[in-house]
């Protein structure tokens, strides 16, 4: 166990206006000390490490600049926070991190005031802020509003429409573009320093409106083309003219990390009357802690790590990933398939289709974070004959929903919906947890649903979703490793629509959708124990549902209970509605449906969480009993 780092500065500094009282000389000192205590601390939590290493000068100057929480900071994502976090009064917390009561991995509202809008999900940022500067400027507030957005949710189109509408907010509105891997332009040193201080200026931007003013004084031809020519000349110089054409005035790019360059533009934006600003900073990912510095995807998130070696804690070995188990399954089918793609939006490794990648590169597409994009482009792919596999987190692909309807279920088209992260999530908490794609996907005409139990099943789906040219098809699978059942070594291609029964029995049904079949079974040898036979099934598919099975089911048992980990709405609602349609309950059977509960679960470990849900096998015994109960007094009561 190491000891703390020494950080004399830092710990004069709980909240923002501490850190106004410090001499602008003072802030290279306190930006050691705040990376030096995120990397303990992340060292002891796990997390998202580069992102936040990358931030912590730009993270200083913004709140050594600015007067938040008035002015309002708005991080893209919300994993580059951490710094942010520590110094906004909640370093006392930092080392809870994604633990259970602690602190998000995320910005969250109801956390701190210095967290004006939440963030897991990316590319909100400058939409977000551009409300608060518009509210601002309607009610006559003072305050300015900074997104700050990193680069790769610079690659979702959201950005690109709240840029196109940012003009009403004026001044009010400063977007930091974030640019940690110089995929838009590196920093020139000096001179660009220089340049970005000199057209940040108020001399600068006075003599500007100046020119303005006196051009417009030509005819409008004239005044245009004198304008056009100002803007190409400094986007020549400077960059930027793409931010320009969107309506932003353009400075940078600036070296992030260099607070003698930061602090000046800052304060000129700041005071600037000229807007909207963008600001270009050019950082890196992980600065200041090499093994982050020399491998940014691998120190994007960590587990807990050494951080004196920088080596992260390793999992037990034991069952292969889900994600996993997809991508080598989809990668080998299409050794043999020429039709099969795989398309993913800027999640290569935490979808395996990195995996697919390296075995057919030509097939492998990732769209970036452009989830909308994506779906469509997988339309566009199925209309000319190509198997495309659309491989997106549950939550993601809420995110392009209407195109799910208007491209793919309208039209009919056979695209392949890999959902990955399917149910709850754990230490990333709400914002992240698949809870709602059965209940969005399974309502829709023409689409078929299904949902892995184990690893052996998702390769049984991923073969029959290739091999379905009928339409559009969806199997989802859970966050990180299988359960330990043997891989098939063929796979088997599973007729649409039918389930298989794992256990017989007849007095209780168990109705298992995807991953919650352990614990249906584990249930089951329970009421076993109490004279209750039990039938367990696993029903595989969400749509079309297995009508005829669910039917034999309820016409010989006395209780049903259906199982799935997902939000009210899907299995349950469906299976409820084919018995109130076939007046199935008429007997006196007794439904019972279990699913996630009605509310936004908190990040904690993964197993209280299906015990808050009420998911795990005891739950499930305790609906049975209480049916059981319910129906034995109400036979009572009707003797009486």
């Known amino acids: 166990m190491t000891s703390r780092p020494h950080t004399p500065l830092l710990d004069t500094v709980d909240i923002p206006a501490d850190l106004r009282k410090l001499q602008p000389g003072q802030l290279r000192q306190l930006s050691d000390e705040l990376r030096k205590e995120m990397i303990d601390a992340v060292g002891s939590t796990g997390g998202h490490l580069g992102s936040g290493l ?71 940022s400058i939409s977000a802020a551009l409300g608060f500067a518009v509210a601002n400027k309607l009610q006559g507030q003072p305050g300015k509003a900074i997104a700050v957005i990193g680069d790769g949710a610079m690659s979702a189109g959201m950005a690109y429409e709240a840029m196109n509408n940012a003009e009403q907010a004026g001044n009010r509105l400063i977007v930091i573009l974030n640019d940690n891997d110089m995929s838009i332009a590196p920093p020139v040193g000096g001179l660009s320093a220089y340049l970005a201080r000199m057209v940040s200026s108020s001399e600068y931007l006075g003599l500007r409106n100046l020119a303005s003013r006196l051009t417009r004084k030509f005819s409008r031809r004239v005044h245009l083309s004198l304008e056009k020519a100002e803007e190409f000349t400094r986007g020549m110089v ?84 889900y994600q996993n188990v997809f991508g080598d399954t989809l990668a080998k089918l299409a050794d043999t398939d020429e039709r099969i793609c795989a398309i993913t939006a800027a999640m290569p490794s935490g979808t395996g289709v990195d995996r697919f990648a390296k075995a057919h590169p030509d097939r492998a597409f990732d769209v970036g974070i452009a989830e909308q994009h994506g779906v469509t482009f997988a339309a566009g ?80 789906m991923t073969y029959t979703a290739a091999l379905h040219d009928e339409g559009p098809i969806a199997f989802r699978y859970p966050r990180g490793a299988g359960v330990g059942v043997p891989l098939p070594e063929v796979p088997e291609r599973l007729e649409i629509g039918k389930g298989r029964i794992v256990r017989q029995g007849n007095k209780v049904a168990i109705l298992s959708l995807g991953t919650r079949l352990g614990e249906a079974l584990k249930a089951a040898d329970q009421l076993e124990a109490k004279g209750l036979s039990t039938t367990v099934a696993d029903l595989r598919f969400a749509k079309p549902l297995d009508s005829e099975l669910i039917r034999k089911l309820m016409t010989t048992h006395e209780v049903l209970v259906t199982v799935e980990e997902g ?19 008429d007997g006196g059977l007794k439904i019972r449906t279990m699913r996630l509960p009605d509310l936004f679960q908190d990040h904690d470990a993964p197993e209280k969480q299906y015990d808050e849900a009420r998911l795990n096998a005891p739950h499930i015994v305790d609906t049975v009993l209480s049916a059981l109960r319910h129906n034995s007094a109400g036979v009572e009561e009707i003797r009486a």
Request: charge should be negative; proline fraction near 5%; hydrophobic fraction near 40%.
């Open 54 to 124: 990358g931030v912590v000068e730009l993270t200083v100057a913004l709140h050594y600049v600015f007067d938040t929480p008035r002015d309002r900071v708005v991080w893209d994502v919300g994993h580059q926070a951490y710094p942010h976090k520590i110094i906004t009064g909640r370093r006392d917390r930092i080392r809870t991190l994604r633990q259970a009561g602690g602190l998000s991995g995320f910005t969250k509202r109801s956390e701190s005031e210095y967290d004006p809008f939440g963030a897991a999900h990316s590319s909100t």
């Open 238 to 321: 400077t960059g930027g003219t793409l931010f320009e054409e969107l309506g932003f005035y353009y400075v940078g790019p600036i070296d992030g990390h260099n607070l003698d360059h930061l602090i000046p533009v800052l304060e000129n934006v700041r005071d600037s009357e000229q807007g909207p600003i963008l600001v270009h900073v050019v950082t890196k990912k992980g600065k200041g802690y090499a093994p982050a510095e020399n491998s940014a995807d691998k120190y994007h998130g960590v587990q807990t790590f050494d951080v004196i070696t920088g080596e992260q804690k390793k999992s037990a070995g034991g069952p292969p990933a």
């Open 381 to 460: 792919l199925a209309a000319q004959g190509m198997r495309p596999f659309c491989a997106i987190y549950s939550t993601f692909l809420q995110r392009a929903f209407d195109q799910v309807v208007h491209d793919v279920a309208i039209q009919n088209l056979p695209v392949r919906f890999a959902i990955d992260r399917a149910g709850l999530v754990g230490a990333d908490g709400a914002t992240h947890a698949g809870s709602f794609d059965v209940t969005y996907l399974a309502t829709l005409p023409n689409f078929v649903v299904m949902a892995a139990a184990d690893e052996a099943e998702l390769v049984h």
């Open 567 to 585: 939000a009210i709405g899907g299995l349950g609602a469906h299976v409820l509605t084919l018995a109130s349609d076939e007046g199935l309950t």
